[in-house]
């Protein structure tokens, strides 16, 4: 067995422990995470005049789906990309 195989099987138990830990805080915050994911969508999507609002909805259901996979949630509503843009009209084009 090489070096880094037996460091593999060294590490692996730690690996697994910590993947159940942000497996439990992904379930117990996952509320939060995804408010707080909406909150920066829309601050960054003001903040670029609606410019990347495509991106910005992309980026943010990709993020929400990651946070569900760690959570371990699946079914009807799982990574869900909901973001919504800020009312009113569009910006001016440039």
Same mark, same amino acid.
């Given at each position: 067995?090489?070096? /880094? +195989?037996?460091?593999?099987? @060294?590490?692996?138990?730690?690996? +697994?422990?910590?993947? *159940?830990? #942000?497996? $439990?805080? %992904?379930?117990? &915050? $996952?509320?939060?995470?995804? &408010?707080?994911? +909406?909150? %920066? %969508?829309? #601050? #960054?999507?003001?903040? !670029?005049?609606?410019?990347?609002?495509? @991106?910005?909805?992309?980026? !943010?259901?990709?993020?929400?789906?990651?946070?569900?996979?760690?959570? &371990?949630?699946?079914?009807?509503? %799982? $990574?869900?990309?909901? /973001? !919504?843009?800020? *009312?009113?009209?569009?910006?001016?084009?440039?």
């Amino acid at each position: 067995m090489g070096l /880094f +195989d037996n460091l593999k099987a @060294r590490l692996a138990p730690a690996k +697994d422990t910590a993947k *159940e830990k #942000v497996s $439990g805080l %992904a379930q117990q &915050h $996952g509320d939060k995470i995804t &408010h707080g994911l +909406d909150k %920066a %969508a829309k #601050v #960054v999507d003001e903040k !670029t005049k609606g410019k990347y609002s495509g @991106r910005i909805q992309t980026g !943010t259901g990709k993020a929400k789906g990651a946070m569900d996979r760690l959570a &371990h949630k699946s079914g009807p509503g %799982a $990574g869900d990309d909901t /973001f !919504t843009p800020p *009312e009113g009209p569009p910006p001016p084009a440039s």
